[in-house]
C-alpha cells in the first residue's frame, strides 16, 4: 500500500513538471523568443501564422523543409494521425485495460481482454511511433532529435515491448501454482511473482511516461510551422483534460483495489494464525473415559 501511495506521489509530480514544460512552449510561436525549440522555419526565421490560420512563406520552397505545399500537407496529417494515435494508446487504451485488472470480476475472459488489448494497443503505438520518427527523420537538420520528445517516445516504444513477455511469464508462473495448491502438492501459493512485480510497476512507469511524452509532444508542435497557436491551445486543452480524468481514475481503483487486497491479507494471516493455536490438552467431557463409560451404560 506505501508502494502505491508512493507511485501516486512521484506520477502527480513528474505529470505536474510535465504541465509546466507544456505551458513554457505555449507562451509564445516559435522564433518569437530565441532558442525554445527547433529551427524548423528556414533557417530558424519565423514564417509564422499569418492570422488566419494559413501558412505563410518560408514553409515550403527550394530552401525549406518541405520542397511543396502537398509535401508540407501531407507531413501536417502524418503529425495529426501520430499524435492522436499515440495519445489514444496512453492516455485511453492502457489505462482503460489495467484499470480493468482492477474490478475483481472472477471471469478469465477480463484477463484475455488485457492482454489482447495490450497488445493490441502496443501494435498501435508502433504505427504511431513510426510515423513520428519519419517527421523527426525529416526534420533531424534542424535538430529535432534533440527534443527530448522523440527519445523518450523510442524509450518507451523499446521498455513496453518487454511488457507482454512479462505478463505472459507471470501468468504461466501464478497458474502452474495454483494447479499444484489444488493438487494438494507442496507449493508456493498463488500470487504476484517477481517477474509479475515488474510487469505490474513497469506498466505503471510507461503509463505515466507515455502521457508525459504526449505532452510534450504537443510543446514539441507548437514550435514547429505545423499548427497555430489556436490549435496548439486546443489541443492542449483536450490533451490536459483526458489525461487528467483518466489519470484520477487509474488512481483511484489503483488505491481500491490495493487497500481491498490488503484486507484480504490481513484476514487470511488472523485465520492461518488462529488455525495454528494448539488444541486445549484436557479432554472435554464427552472425550473422557467417564463419558464413555455413561454413553454406554444408557445404549
Known amino acids: 500500500m506505501s508502494q502505491t501511495i508512493t507511485f ?37 526565421d519565423n514564417g509564422g501564422d499569418d492570422g488566419d490560420g494559413s501558412s505563410s512563406t518560408g514553409i515550403t520552397g527550394e530552401n525549406s523543409l518541405f520542397s511543396s505545399q502537398t509535401e508540407f500537407n501531407k507531413a501536417t496529417r502524418i503529425l495529426i494521425i501520430h499524435a492522436v ?5 496512453w492516455v485511453i487504451f492502457i ?77 504461466r508462473i501464478y497458474k502452474k501454482r495454483a494447479v499444484n495448491a489444488q493438487a ?13 512485480h515488474a510487469h505490474l510497476w513497469l506498466g505503471r512507469l510507461l503509463i505515466v511516461l507515455g502521457v508525459i511524452n504526449g505532452g510534450l509532444g504537443i510543446r514539441l508542435a507548437s514550435f ?6 489556436a490549435t496548439t491551445n486546443k489541443a492542449r486543452i483536450t490533451y490536459t483534460t483526458m489525461a487528467a480524468v483518466m489519470f484520477v481514475l487509474y488512481m483511484i481503483f489503483l488505491i481500491l483495489f490495493e487497500v481491498r487486497r490488503t484486507r484480504h491479507q490481513n484476514v487470511k494471516l488472523e ?12 479432554p472435554t467431557y464427552d472425550e473422557s473415559e467417564e463419558s464413555v463409560g455413561r454413553n454406554a451404560r444408557y445404549t
Open 85 to 89: 494515435l499515440a495519445s489514444l494508446v
Open 271 to 282: 485465520n492461518r494464525s488462529s488455525s495454528t493455536i494448539p488444541k486445549d490438552p484436557l
Open 95 to 171: 489505462p482503460s485495460l489495467a484499470i480493468l485488472l482492477r474490478l475483481n470480476i472472477k471471469n478469465p475472459v477480463i484477463l484475455k481482454i488485457h492482454a489482447v488489448g495490450q497488445i493490441i494497443s502496443y501494435i498501435i503505438y508502433i504505427v504511431a511511433a513510426g510515423m513520428g520518427f519519419w517527421l523527426a527523420q525529416q526534420s533531424a537538420a534542424y535538430g529535432v532529435w534533440n527534443d527530448p520528445h522523440p527519445k523518450l517516445g523510442l524509450a518507451v516504444l523499446a521498455i513496453a515491448f518487454f511488457q507482454p513477455i512479462f505478463g505472459a511469464i507471470h501468468h
Open 184 to 196: 494438494g502438492r507442496s507449493t508456493e501459493a498463488p500470487g504476484r511473482t517477481s517477474v509479475g
Open 224 to 229: 514547429s510551422p505545423f499548427q497555430t497557436g
Open 8 to 44: 501516486a506521489l512521484l506520477a502527480t509530480t513528474l505529470l505536474m513538471r510535465s504541465v509546466n514544460a507544456q505551458i513554457e512552449g505555449w507562451r509564445g510561436n516559435f522564433g518569437n523568443s530565441g532558442n525554445r525549440g527547433p529551427g524548423w522555419w528556414n533557417n530558424g
